[in-house]
Nanobody
């Protein structure tokens, strides 16, 4: 079955960096688009960044120039490098395997907490 396991969250000071990882299994990872979403307290879940199977990327305006999504198909892992973190980046971050050629529906990871605070 499809499994997505996020890691790398934690507490960081404003201006700091974190790298989130999402280890995937149970499906054809290299041919599947992947994405990172986040849900801040009291807000709806929103798309942070996504990456196609071919490596094309897309970012929310709020994170452009600060976050980088990437994938390692040999490791079945997608990453989110987060730099210049701000308090408003505080949220639970979720990895998602997108519906498409390889999956009839999307799948979510369990989420990892990122807290940006001094």
């Amino acid at each position: 079955q499809v499994q997505l396991v996020e890691s790398g969250g934690g507490l960081v000071q404003p201006g700091g960096s974190l790298r989130l990882s999402c280890a995937a299994s149970g499906y054809f990872f290299s041919r599947t688009a992947m994405a990172w979403y986040r849900r801040a307290p009291g807000k709806q879940r929103e798309l942070v960044a996504d990456i196609t199977s071919g490596g094309s990327t897309n970012y929310a305006d709020s994170v452009k120039g600060r976050f980088t999504i990437s994938r390692d198909n040999a490791k079945n892992t997608v990453y989110l490098q987060m730099n210049s973190l701000k308090p408003e980046d505080t949220a639970v971050y979720y990895c998602r395997a997108q519906a498409g050629v390889t999956l009839s529906r999307g799948y979510w990871g369990q989420g990892t907490q990122v807290t940006v605070s001094s």
